[in-house]
């Protein structure tokens, strides 16, 4: 059984897009409408749902296009990550994909999930620590536009990866870095993800519990990643707790 329970841990490390805020429907659809015209251009297979499950979701950007490249047999140049959106490398690519990716979210702005907010507040409100562990190099800005941005102190994201030199997940080293700032050991932490790679990651960690919030992903699938629990929304566990 797990040690600990989400509102027993010393800390809370949350992933963000799909678990604090719905962002993963924007990253979907910034990644099929950026794919779908590149996969056309070089007559590959069209981009699906399942292809962001299974290759970009809470990978960092460029280890997900690659990964995309790849399941087409497709063989672009790395590239560097200052590539301007026209070049046809891997991280000219990615940057592609932020572009729409930031163009969606001035539309249509960005709220959390009601049930996480819930959670984040009883959490704060009893004095457990939380923190955010997110691939993606966005994170501040997306906390910013969702009001949640001071209320996590530590943020480990796809920036701290890149200049700390941090392995992307499903390897635990950003969980294992965001533990470290929180002043916390990782058997007393809590990891709560949506993505298989993020679950794999919190697993392979030795995190007290892994909690796997199914936003498509499907249970079964969290499961087998290394989930400890899976529910469809963070209020269920308010609701266990009472």
């Known amino acids: 059984m797990p040690s600990v329970t989400a509102l027993t841990a010393s800390a809370v490390l949350f992933d963000l897009d799909g678990v604090l805020t719905p962002t993963a429907d924007l990253h979907m659809r910034a990644w099929a409408e950026m794919f779908g015209a590149l996969l056309t251009q070089h007559r590959a297979a069209p981009f699906t749902d399942r292809d962001y499950f299974r290759y970009l979701d809470g990978r960092t950007r460029y280890a997900g296009v690659a990964a995309v490249l790849a399941s087409r047999g497709l063989d672009l140049p790395w590239g560097d990550p200052g590539d301007p959106t026209s070049a046809d490398t891997v991280c000219g690519v990615g940057n592609r994909k932020n572009d729409v990716f930031f163009a969606l979210l001035e539309q249509q702005g960005i709220a959390p999930y009601p049930g996480s907010l819930a959670l984040l507040d009883r959490l704060q409100s009893i004095g457990v620590a939380v923190a955010v562990v997110s691939s993606s190099k966005n994170a501040v800005p997306v906390l910013q536009a969702a009001h949640l941005a001071d209320r996590f102190p530590v943020i480990v994201d796809g920036l701290t990866a890149e200049r700390e030199h941090l392995a992307s997940k499903p390897d635990p080293a950003m969980y294992l870095a965001a533990a470290r700032r929180v002043g916390a050991v990782p058997s007393g932490c809590v990891v709560v993800e949506d993505a298989i790679s993020g679950v794999?990651?919190?697993?392979?960690?030795?995190?007290?519990?892994?909690?796997?919030?199914?936003?498509?992903?499907?249970?079964?699938?969290?499961?087998?990643?290394?989930?400890?629990?899976?529910?469809?929304?963070l209020a269920e566990l308010l609701e266990e707790a009472a």
Do not use: K, P, T
């Not at 794999?200 to 499907?218: E, H, M, P, Q, Y």
């Open 200 to 233: 794999a990651s919190g697993a392979a960690g030795g995190f007290g519990l892994v909690i796997g919030v199914d936003r498509g992903a499907g249970a079964d699938a969290l499961h087998a990643a290394g989930a400890d629990v899976v529910v469809r929304d």
